[in-house]
């Protein structure tokens, strides 16, 4: 896909957030590229390169792209990096980026599908698009964002829905990929994500799911939530009574089913109360977790 196209797709997204009883105000949004994180070396592998004499070499990640919108002002800004579901971006992402931008932060729609010609994996068991290969999308994203001068570099965090939420909570996972990188996301946001139960984490992490989802099973971040709660980690959990998986799309007014990965239909609906409720939430969390020095 060119980024003409993009463009036009982006285009199309910010007239359907104007449409009538949607935010009227639509951020001037760019198209800009960079590519996902390479691990840096292990310990080990750095000392064998240094005790030989060699560097070690790093290739150079995959070239992604993504839509980056910016609040009203010159920042420097804090900025979240929003990560699509299984079925790539939807409008919902670019109605999430649009609220996030009314309240002051700078935010970049990560695309992990279009550039790698991959459409959907919500029907396969890992896919061309693992959440490890995603969370190092992510660390793509972050390195960009803090090469930006109106960019406040300690103030970013990522969020996630479903797959992306999975691809979120991986990036920033206590003892995952983020001991390899230098840079951190300074909080972690995710919707309706499948829960790993025996995940820590060592900074802020809200994770927000119905609790009528009969995709991601509630019962999993209620066992992560509860082991957090022992460890001393800062787990936030929000469970949404009668809410099912995709609640915060406001175009799913009647719902439908889409076949998963387990060979089951999971449905998908708006819930109007969950959905409101979650705004609140996220405008509090990120308050308190991206606030100024």
């Given at each position: 896909?060119?980024?003409?196209?993009?463009?036009?797709?982006?285009?199309?997204?910010?007239?359907?957030?104007?449409?009538?009883?949607?935010?009227?105000?639509?951020?001037?949004?760019?198209?800009?590229?960079?590519?996902?994180?390479?691990?840096?070396?292990?310990?080990?592998?750095?000392?064998?390169?240094?005790?030989?004499?060699?560097?070690?070499?790093?290739?150079?990640?995959?070239?992604?792209?993504?839509?980056?919108?910016?609040?009203?002002?010159?920042?420097?800004?804090?900025?979240?990096?929003?990560?699509?579901?299984?079925?790539?971006?939807?409008?919902?992402?670019?109605?999430?980026?649009?609220?996030?931008?009314?309240?002051?932060?700078?935010?970049?729609?990560?695309?992990?599908?279009?550039?790698?010609?991959?459409?959907?994996?919500?029907?396969?068991?890992?896919?061309?698009?693992?959440?490890?290969?995603?969370?190092l999308d992510a660390y793509g994203a972050l390195d960009y964002l803090q090469g930006l001068s109106f960019v406040d570099p300690d103030r970013i965090a990522v969020m996630g829905w479903s797959h992306g939420g999975v691809s979120a909570l991986a990036a920033v996972s206590k003892f995952g990929i983020a001991l390899r990188f230098p840079w951190r996301f300074k909080a972690a946001i995710a919707f309706y994500p499948y829960c790993i139960s025996d995940r820590s984490f060592d900074l802020p992490i809200l994770i927000l799911i119905g609790e009528a989802d009969d995709w991601t099973p509630v019962g999993?971040?209620?066992?992560?939530?509860?082991?957090?709660?022992?460890?001393?980690?800062?787990?936030?959990?929000?469970?949404?009574?009668?809410?099912?998986?995709?609640?915060?799309?406001?175009?799913?007014?009647?719902?439908?089913?889409?076949?998963?990965?387990?060979?089951?239909?999971?449905?998908?609906?708006?819930?109007?109360?969950?959905?409101?409720?979650?705004?609140?939430?996220?405008?509090?969390?990120?308050?308190?977790?991206?606030?100024?020095?």
């Amino acid at each position: 896909m060119t980024s003409r196209r993009i463009l036009q797709r982006v285009v199309c997204l910010a007239a359907v957030l104007l449409q009538p009883g949607l935010p009227a105000a639509v951020h001037a949004t760019d198209v800009v590229h960079f590519d996902s994180a390479v691990l840096p070396p292990s310990s080990p592998q750095a000392g064998q390169a240094g005790a030989s004499g060699n560097a070690v070499a790093l290739e150079r990640g995959f070239p992604l792209w993504g839509h980056l919108s910016r609040p009203e002002g010159t920042g420097p800004f804090p900025a979240i990096v929003l990560m699509h579901g299984c079925n790539g971006i939807h409008t919902s992402h670019a109605r999430w980026a649009s609220m996030l931008n009314e309240v002051g932060y700078l935010t970049l729609i990560l695309d992990s599908f279009r550039p790698r010609s991959v459409f959907s994996v919500c029907g396969t068991v890992v896919g061309a698009v693992s959440p490890a290969v995603r969370a190092l999308d992510a660390y793509g994203a972050l390195d960009y964002l803090q090469g930006l001068s109106f960019v406040d570099p300690d103030r970013i965090a990522v969020m996630g829905w479903s797959h992306g939420g999975v691809s979120a909570l991986a990036a920033v996972s206590k003892f995952g990929i983020a001991l390899r990188f230098p840079w951190r996301f300074k909080a972690a946001i995710a919707f309706y994500p499948y829960c790993i139960s025996d995940r820590s984490f060592d900074l802020p992490i809200l994770i927000l799911i119905g609790e009528a989802d009969d995709w991601t099973p509630v019962g999993l971040c209620r066992q992560l939530h509860s082991k957090s709660l022992k460890g001393g980690n800062m787990v936030e959990l929000v469970t949404y009574p009668g809410a099912h998986h995709a609640f915060d799309a406001t175009d799913l007014q009647h719902g439908f089913s889409v076949m998963g990965a387990d060979g089951r239909r999971h449905w998908l609906q708006y819930n109007e109360d969950a959905y409101e409720d979650a705004v609140e939430r996220v405008e509090s969390f990120a308050a308190e977790n991206l606030s100024g020095p």
